[in-house]
């Protein structure tokens, strides 16, 4: 169970007096947000409107009489047009919530709220023989965020690569690898395999052009692989091990979570033919004159669902409804969740739809398979160059682009601070902090163009910003000298605004979270924190912390601090960027 906050307080008390106006009309679901301008208080509500509408009443009047009971010693109450509550915490209150803050220490924001429930997050899905590129960077770093949210909260969240292995592309594959040289493929291979993969890829796919029988040769090695051919599986194991090993060193690199799950495309195989054979006798799916099993979505705007391709290969759609009968089995998920760019946003509604049509049900949750399955689509991100692909071989290495990242941000860190020690260390941290930051603080949904210049600010909405506004706190901490354990107790306290909104804003952390969950939106969450350092900058700007004489005031300060930096830390820890000590 999660603690109440004073928002909860806050809303069960609105909400029983609402029930001794409104009675059999019932409590309607009223919001309590944190208004927009910090004159307005800590939290404001719009019941008095909701309500006005069912009593028929004026709003104005509703506001003044709910007013009155809901006065209470921990809050002040304040009447709004057109007609709004608005509540500002005493002192005290904010105070004593800010020493339990303090007390929940790593746990602060942590919740237990998703306890047994299983949620299926696929992120990073590198493709077999291609080195990741810089449009993979997005999946991994959302992903990894919506992990270590749903982990703050108590879920048991299961990632999965969900290993793109299978497919026709492995035939043109194996058809340019038999025709390179024997002699060269192993020295190429020991330089760059990825630049002798990538190589004969495209040179084939070349020939293939010129002379379009050649396809029929490539199909031909894809179908040998699909037998168990003895030579191409061993190629194609090759191919898989390599990418693999790619694979786990740029999680590592990107300072991923470990993921659950690695299984590859090819691994679904022997489910496959009984779905398609389930389809058919539910009449969900027809065969088609030049053989293709499909499912016609066409009159729901969604076109033909190919499940068979006329050749008799089974799709990419096959494969993701055997992933999800597999999942259901293995993990029994309460919801499945693909972080997958939106370019495939309506592969995912076919298949969403085709699992609907199939009776798929959602194995331990209430709501049926189609219902838990969700697309987190996400924008591209661009170079200002240009756009980026594979294809026309312009990608950009993922490793380019971190080892830049890397490079840039120790240029910044030997600038700001010289005598820092272990640089390179930090220069990693915030390099890496840069990137991701980024990416997480854009609407995921928004195409981005990355700037160094941008990402890199210690100023402004950027990751560095939020390393150094901790740094800062950590350091004054440090100087500080006085342990917590002898903070007296502080009472009767009188808080300075910028006292009173930053504390407020510490205590929100916890709803953020909430937010930030519920719309798949780690957004929401950096959008947060890069408030809270903007205060936290205010804050000790405006307000001598170590030269204040007042011992009560300089322990209150020093709790604030703390608790801001612990808040600032979590929430960083959240979004998968490390929070250096000094920088
Ligand atoms: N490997 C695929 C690609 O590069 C992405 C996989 C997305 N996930 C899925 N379950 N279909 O296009």
Redesign the pocket.
């Known amino acids: 169970m999660k603690s109440m906050t004073l928002r909860d307080i806050l809303r069960e008390n609105i909400s029983q007096v609402i029930e001794g106006l409104a009675g059999s009309l019932g409590v309607p679901n009223f919001s309590l947000e944190v208004p927009e301008v910090a004159e307005h208080g800590d939290y404001a509500t719009n019941a008095p409107l909701m309500l006005a509408k069912s009593l028929e009443r004026k709003p104005m009047d509703i506001a003044e009489e709910l007013a009155k009971p809901l006065a209470d010693e921990r809050w002040g109450v304040s009447v709004a047009a057109p007609g709004f509550l608005n509540f500002t915490f005493t002192d005290d209150v904010l105070v004593a919530a800010l020493k339990e803050v303090l007390e929940a220490g790593d746990g602060w924001g942590t919740s237990t709220v998703g306890k047994g429930k299983t949620v299926m997050v696929?992120y990073f899905?590198?493709?077999i023989a291609k080195r990741p590129h810089i449009g993979h960077l997005r999946s991994a770093v959302i992903g990894d965020a919506l992990k270590r949210i749903f982990l703050s909260q108590g879920y048991h969240a299961v990632s999965d690569t969900?290993?793109?292995d299978w497919g026709t592309q492995f035939g043109i594959l194996l058809l340019g690898y038999k025709a390179a040289e024997q002699e060269q493929v192993k020295k190429e291979i020991e330089i760059d395999p990825f630049a002798f993969l990538e190589d004969i890829y495209a040179r084939e796919n070349k020939k293939i052009e010129m002379d379009p029988e050649r396809r029929t040769l490539a199909k031909e090695e894809f179908a040998k692989l699909e037998r168990g051919d003895t030579e191409n599986r061993k190629i194609w194991e090759w191919m898989v091990d390599v990418s693999m090993k790619k694979l786990e060193e740029s999680a590592e690199r990107l300072g991923l979570l470990p993921f659950d799950e690695h299984k590859g495309?090819s691994s679904y195989e022997k489910e496959m033919p009984p779905i398609v054979e389930e389809a058919l006798q539910k009449n969900v799916a027809t065969h088609k004159e030049d053989s293709a099993i499909v499912i016609d979505l066409t009159s729901e705007k969604l076109d033909e669902a190919v499940l068979i391709k006329s050749d008799g290969a089974s799709t990419?759609l096959l494969?993701?409804l055997a992933?999800i009968k597999y999942r259901q089995e293995k993990w029994k998920f309460w919801k499945n969740i693909?972080v997958?760019d939106v370019r495939?946003s309506h592969?995912?509604r076919q298949?969403f739809r085709v699992a609907e049509l199939l009776g798929y049900e959602g194995v331990g949750a209430s709501e049926p398979a189609y219902r838990t399955g969700r697309h987190i689509e996400f924008g591209f991100m661009k170079l200002p160059e240009g756009a980026i692909s594979t294809r026309k071989g312009t990608a950009i290495a993922l490793d380019a682009l971190l080892d830049e990242a890397e490079k840039h941000a120790l240029a910044v860190i030997r600038e700001k601070n010289p005598e820092l020690p272990h640089a390179d260390i930090v220069a990693r941290q915030v390099g890496m902090g840069a990137v991701k930051y980024f990416d997480l603080s854009h609407n995921r949904k928004s195409d981005i163009t990355f700037e160094w210049e941008k990402a890199l600010s210690f100023e402004g909405n950027t990751g560095p910003y939020l390393q150094y506004t901790y740094a800062r706190l950590k350091s004054i901490l440090r100087k500080g000298g006085d342990s917590l354990d002898d903070i007296k107790e502080i009472k009767n306290v009188s808080l300075a605004d910028v006292e009173h909104r930053l504390i407020s804003l510490v205590l929100r952390y916890s709803l953020i979270i909430e937010h930030a969950l519920q719309g798949c939106a780690p957004h929401i969450l950096a959008a947060y924190l890069y408030e809270l350092a903007s205060v936290a900058n205010e804050f000790y700007h405006a307000l001598p912390v170590l030269q204040e004489s007042d011992e009560q005031k300089r322990m209150l300060r020093i709790m604030i601090i703390t608790a801001t930096a612990l808040t600032l830390k979590n929430g960083l820890y959240v979004l998968g960027i490390e929070a250096p000590e000094e920088m």
Request: avoid cysteine; hydrophobic fraction near 30%; glycine fraction near 6%.
């Open positions: 696929e899905q590198l493709n969900h290993v793109g495309e990419y494969r993701d992933t693909y997958v495939q592969h995912f298949l």
